[in-house]
């Protein structure tokens, strides 16, 4: 079993920047899709950005333009740099991984991200 640790998250004001990072327990195929999830209480769970093994990336709308999400295939790793954070963007952020071959998916414990003055 594949498991994720974040890092990264903390307190900021509002137009500050974070920078989170996800690291597996073991290699990670670069077939497989990584991303980034967040939730924040009495809400569901959204995608916040995503990135395939070609590099092709999506990200939500309200976020596109201020975040950018990154791989390193190499360090089983993903990154997601947070810029002009807003308080909105206050919420717990998981890290997610697809295997293409399996079908499994795994989830890391989540790390809190509070953007507020």
């Known amino acids: 079993q594949v498991q994720l640790v974040e890092s990264g998250g903390g307190l900021v004001q509002p137009g500050g920047s974070l920078r989170l990072s996800c690291a597996a327990s073991e290699s990670i195929f670069s077939d497989d899709t990584m991303g980034w999830y967040r939730q924040a209480p009495g809400k569901q769970r959204e995608m916040v950005a995503g990135i395939t093994s070609y590099g092709s990336t999506v990200y939500r709308d309200s976020v596109k333009g201020r975040f950018t999400i990154s791989r390193d295939n190499a360090k089983s790793s993903v990154s997601l740099q947070m810029n002009s954070l807003k308080p909105e963007d206050t919420a717990v952020y998981y890290c997610?991984?697809?295997?293409?071959?399996?079908?499994?998916?795994?989830w890391g414990q989540g790390t809190q991200v509070t953007v507020s003055s």
């Open positions: 997610h991984v697809q295997q293409l071959l399996t079908g499994n998916e795994y």
